[in-house]
């Protein structure tokens, strides 16, 4: 059994990893940590998982994780994390960090987003755990930066079709909707129900964070630096996360040859699922889940391809997909944990 | 590998029922059928489940189902049920129904709120499934009744108080409220979103035929018949139930009393949660799980006895008891095919 | 015109009052304040109000207050109101005081659920401000206690029956449903949408502070003090109350006689809609109004009477009470401001 | 007085138009109609407008509405509008039509997306009645095509930037997000609230009928033809829509001067609000209410145009335009029946 640790477990992401490893047939968790909640029993915060998880939180100490688990998650926000990295490494342990620090390559463009990195070295090191696309190198990997939702849910259908030329990314628009558990667990104006329900609208139009992160990965298959245009909208709904992606395609590229070009980068990828023609993602479809559903249309009028996928915001796009990069880290069944029946509503 | 058939697997019952069983570790789903979709794969109309059901839905013939299943749930509207118990039950099939054809004991009960029973010999031999109160029961059932998901709410929280004499059942009020998929999939006037969202609401005030089915189980703890008062409402939500019930307590009856009775009835039932003092149950706890939790106050001002309780109505409400039953029919693990851990949110 | 002015207009029931009081004909909205967003401009806060609302919010300053209006609206939390309270009445100004702080006759009842009272010489000066029940008194009054929003849905159906003996106020239960505004603006865990989306829960269960103020009002048309029972629940809506009342009713009432007292009460109070037999009331139907809407069943098996009323929480609830409260102070026409046509969704 | 006559009154569009008319201090309500409900009291179906709209429905029977209305609103599918307008115009009445038979000037472009047009002479006569743009033509008009929701939401804030060459509408890519008022009243499991509560999707992707009838009115002002890209999305929510659109600007083009753009073209138009920089357009925000408020940002990464708008999909985008065409047709104020003050939430 590998013994893995959550520090930072209370956080939305964090819970989500705590229901996940609980239920995981090769994981034994041993340690969850949350500075907020330490010496408080994990269940009192999330009555649900009554039964089922019986650790109380624990200060957020990575020497003492380091000494109990195999495998460290780190369910921090941005900063806190990379403090912590270095020490669990040097202690021998693999990391899965789930905020932005280790998913860059330029340092560049992690600093004029974020802030000044202290730990520059180790950002060659980690491997960006979008596991469909770089899965070959997940299992020598021992810090893996798990992906954003956002770059997961635009960067999964088009990939693919960036580097087989079947489209051309400086066109690229991508209209994303999110749910409101990606503001996480913090109580703000933003996240009062009285504010979001009855309530659609578009926020940190033409500054998200998560702008770079997409485009250093169409980059690094575009083979030239691209500007694309990102839009994050918020829904009233707890989980889900809808892209429609909009690009000029390569001359003659049809609805035929996107299905081709996806089917065979995926077709043996558990967590694609490519929908049939005239069907089109529904987050409700994927709630609780794994999975990236993908549709796509060239629009007959204006000749553009319209890509449209959707994920559940916490699992692919936080905690599934984690879980996931560490499945193939350990060389353990890459469904492992995640092949829950879903739910039909 | 016990081999399973769901009747009417295409409304909200079945399909849950369809997502349990196709998770469930000792069973084989290899049959479901939807006289509204026959010839249809399943995954198109629940899309979600692409990739675990690859069934098809067949025409409801019990003929053929008996062929191809050992146990057979039937999801199906009232009276179409006990026109395919006899013939099933003949074939020597086990048969979980999850209408109310067959749990009730009295026919005239049935009979006044339902239509005329057209196998009123087999009602006799109809074990009613509330798994925690007639478990010793099912092993040798061949016919499972499964209960309400009123009844189901109300029951497990008040038999053993009854029981043990320490509430008063003829003061009994049962105030209840019900998600959105309780109604059903058919899609009426009551199920359009615009008319749900925002509305909170009684309906069959006075008049719901699940007040005989609670009445009557009463009725057998009380030694004497009982005519409670139950009101059920809308909630904008899509699963969960929550009854707040209100009884006069014997004398002295105190709030540790009633943890004493039913923690002694309950200890070793997997699926019953009894909450910490001043804790109350919420439905977003037992979404999608199989638990009833519960919790109580005796009012300080009144002296009644205030006791709650929390389910999914689909699952403990409907499929997952149904599936609990079958486990205890055939000596599985009781949790088998139950036991994915909760969501946190 | 009538100045007024709102103290603490930034909450949900003060930003209500302005609402109102900017579309009232009879009024000029001069001051609104608000300690945590003095110095903004209100359509900041609340940007659907952009076009209507000019004002800026102040400092919460009584003695300004009175300067520039005839009648001051004290949207605080309790105990920050009777600070102000004395000071505008000795400037000569009207209060309606929409906290606890003046709702009671009895000091003992308040001081024990609420804290110490700081000006109780002024609680037999002040007027319960339950319009329908207590609206001959209201013209004469200088300070009027505006009822809670619990009180004000469970006392409106239920005093005609108490004052004419057609119930019992011994057996009343009062199962009472909100949504998430009656929770006010500030972002906490338990207005956070996450945990209240697909959430139903009971909360204060024996301890709401709602509970006394419904008993003072009962005890007055009973002639004894009377303890009652009352649960609140979180509806995941924003808006709308329905609060389901249970009691045993005198020998021989029955529905007609039920409608014929509330009738004889209500007939001419134009914010009274008594439903017609066999409908109930629905949020839905009173959303965004000042009505009440109320319905009734004689339960044909238990023979105890359901009482049911629907309200908009933040409406007759709060600030549109608040508001015809003043225009029945000042002899304006009782629906001024609050005779918009209702919204069919 | 106006007297008005609402043909359909009982679907979605009707009801508000009722709503709207009933509150409208210009107009007398003097005949509403329903196939579905003729002979049933209106309060029946909207119970929420009890005490406010005392008229039943009757046949809809156009010669019947011409003798007692002088405008008449026709809220019908396609086709039923285009059967009744000529005896309405013959009898001298002015109509407004919400269905999409009168939006069109081209006959192709309508009979392509809908169907063979049986009174085409009139499609010449028609004003496309999007007030703000269209406005002088409106009192000379005998009929009016109200607009769409999503071509009211998208051309409103684009055409003057068309009009003056500040954006190339050859790149107008429309993402379209609508709650699910805009589905209609019909339950059909689209509606069903099961399936719509934590559901986001696009539907009808590349092929929405809402598309040539923005790219008529585009074209009209880029004196060009142009094929436009046009996605909807379904939110779950009752009321509002909102636009996000995409497009390239012309050489300079900045924040600055489409803020002039719009500002000069919308400053005396009382239903726009033009948004401060860094505020975006909120559904909540303009709920129940006529408004269409526009934010927009240049894309710093890809220099593109984004442009965003909200409306009540009910209101400016059925009937509350319709009802600021029937002012603007009669010479009344323009906001007359449409100035109540909007909540607060």
Not at 51 to 72: H, I, M, Q, R, Y
Request: one cysteine or more; a negative charge; charged letters at 20%.
């Amino acid at each position: 059994m590998l013994r893995a640790a959550v520090i930072g477990a209370t956080g939305y992401a964090g819970a989500e990893l705590v229901r996940i490893l609980s239920g995981h047939p090769d994981v034994d968790l041993s340690v969850i940590t949350s500075r907020q909640h330490a010496g408080i029993a994990f269940d009192t915060i999330y009555p649900a998982l009554k039964g089922f998880v019986n650790l109380g939180c624990t200060e957020s100490d990575p020497a003492a994780a380091a000494k109990k688990a195999d495998v460290v998650f780190l369910a921090l926000p941005h900063k806190a994390s990379m403090a912590m990295v270095p020490d669990l490494l040097d202690a021998g342990r693999r990391v899965v960090d789930l905020s932005a620090d280790f998913r860059f390559s330029s340092r560049d463009a992690y600093e004029s987003h974020y802030q000044a990195h202290t730990c520059a070295h180790l950002m060659d090191k980690a491997v960006y755990g979008l596991c469909e696309i770089y899965g070959d190198r997940l299992a020598a990997a021992d810090l893996i930066g798990n992906p954003g939702c956002y770059p997961t849910s635009v960067l999964l259908p088009l990939l693919p079709l960036v580097k087989e030329r079947l489209v051309d990314p400086t066109t690229l628009i991508a209209d994303c909707k999110s749910g409101v558990s990606g503001a996480g667990r913090e109580a703000t104006a933003t996240t009062h129900f009285c504010h979001v329900n009855e309530s659609f609208k578009p926020y940190k139009v033409g500054g998200h964070r998560h702008t770079p992160e997409i485009e250093e990965n169409i980059a690094r298959f575009a083979g030239e630096s691209v500007r694309i245009t990102f839009v994050p909208h918020l829904v009233p709904m707890t989980r889900g996360m809808e892209s429609t992606i909009y690009l000029t395609t390569s001359a003659g590229a049809d609805e035929r040859q996107i299905r081709g070009c996806l089917d065979a980068y995926y077709h043996n990828k558990p967590f694609i699922r490519l929908l049939p023609g005239g069907r089109f993602p529904d987050t409700l479809h994927v709630r609780g889940t794994n999975f990236c559903d993908m549709g796509w249309v060239v629009d007959p009028g204006s000749g553009r391809l319209i890509l449209m996928s959707a994920i559940d915001n916490l699992v692919k796009g936080a905690a599934g997909q984690a879980v996931q990069n560490m499945n193939l880290m350990f060389g353990l069944d890459e469904t492992a944990g995640l092949d829950g029946v879903p739910y039909p509503l």
